[in-house]
């Protein structure tokens, strides 16, 4: 991914070509794998776009939250719940969950594929910090 970048590869012709050929993974049963594969390129994608942002701003509270936000960002995903749990007030943490969840808003160019990527990419890490949440809280 990273040599792709740097070849101006990632670009909206591959998440066209990547998310063309995801439903078509999903139907095929002769190629196990590869549905999880072509996700994973979508999440390094998003996550290598992402960390490039900044999301911390100069106010103390907001810096705390942004900060977090990019530390899961840059984290891989099977590493969530555990950033998740010693970051936020329901489990070890300083950031509320109003806080975390404020932070996963971004501006991108609209409707392109970009756009779709980075937002399921940080919807999936707000849904993530709501199940832990609800668990914790002891919420059905």
Known sequence: ????EREGQLDEGLLSEVSAQLPQAK???DTPGLEAMLLKVLQLYASSILSKRRY?????????AGQFLETIIRAPEEKWNKIL?????VGKGGISPEE??????????G???QQCILIEYLKGIQSRAEEIVQVLQGKP
């Open 1 to 4: 991914m990273i040599q792709r």
């Open 27 to 29: 139907e095929d049963g």
């Open 56 to 64: 911390a701003n100069k106010v103390e509270e907001v810096l705390k």
């Open 85 to 89: 749990l010693n970051g936020m007030t």
């Open 100 to 109: 975390h969840f404020a932070r996963t808003l971004i501006r991108t160019e």
């Open 111 to 113: 409707g392109s594929y």
